[in-house]
């Protein structure tokens, strides 16, 4: 499976943030949910998941690449990271272990407490992307490698990913209610509303 995007210059923009300013706590938790589930699903997928990363990949976006087995990034100004402190949100726990399994802890630590956001060439420097090629190159990339994992043995990869996944699906798992409830508390904190009603206007001014 292929994640890609038909926006250009945008591989995904991340949650929407709409969805988490002025919302009622009913609506953020269903909001929430429907995201654990998703990710569940990908990030515990049994195919091979890979990400073509042909632009903007911040937050929720830098997510979804990072559970894939495999990411290539279109070389330029695209940007990938995690910016959530730069919003005045934090990355949930199962964000950032994502993050840990995928660029280790020292580099997580940085990433998230700066809210960084790498350009291509610096993320494949951290390892947060496989490859950096030319945009026209992305996709072409990404099938001539996932050609490669598909020469093995689909139950010995398969039985591979889910041992090293496990542990972390397992922990959202354990606490999915727990979690939804705790997204919605503080989302809905007013000094969280506050800071997301000043990121809108930052996104909404850029434009004019
Ligand atoms: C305890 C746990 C608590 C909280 C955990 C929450 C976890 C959150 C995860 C997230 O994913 S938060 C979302 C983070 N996303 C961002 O910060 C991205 C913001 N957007 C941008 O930086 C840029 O839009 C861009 C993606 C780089 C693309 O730039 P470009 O110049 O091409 O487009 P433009 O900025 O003009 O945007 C077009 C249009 O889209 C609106 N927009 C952009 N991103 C979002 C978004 N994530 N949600 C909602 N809307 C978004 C933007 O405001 C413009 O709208 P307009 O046309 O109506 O003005």
């Not at 210059?9 to 919302?23: P, R």
């Not at 947060?128 to 050609?147: I, N, R, S």
């Amino acid at each position: 499976m292929v994640l890609a995007s038909a926006a250009p210059g945008i591989f995904s923009a991340g949650l929407d943030i709409l969805e988490m300013y002025q919302s009622t706590p009913e609506r953020c938790v269903a909001f929430w949910r429907a995201l654990q589930d998703a990710w569940l699903n990908l990030y515990g997928s049994r195919l091979i998941t890979m990400a073509a990363i042909e632009g903007h990949s911040p937050a929720g976006g830098c997510l979804l690449a990072m559970s894939c087995d495999y990411r290539v990034m279109a070389e330029g100004k695209f940007q990938i990271g995690l910016n959530e402190t730069k919003l005045g949100i934090v990355a949930p726990f199962w964000f950032t272990d994502v993050m840990l399994n995928t660029i280790g802890h020292r580099e997580t630590e940085k990433a998230l407490q700066l809210g960084a956001l790498y350009s291509a060439q610096q993320a494949l420097s951290i390892g947060l992307v496989d490859k950096v090629v030319p945009l026209a190159e992305v996709m072409p990339t990404v099938e001539g490698e996932l050609k490669n994992w598909l020469q093995i043995p689909a139950a010995a990869r398969v039985i591979t990913k889910t041992s090293m996944r496990k542990a972390v699906l397992d922990r959202l798992r354990s606490q999915k209610e727990k979690d939804a409830q705790f997204f919605a508390d503080f989302i809905n904190r007013d000094s969280v509303q506050k800071s997301l009603g000043m990121y809108i206007a930052s996104l909404q001014k850029k434009k004019n």
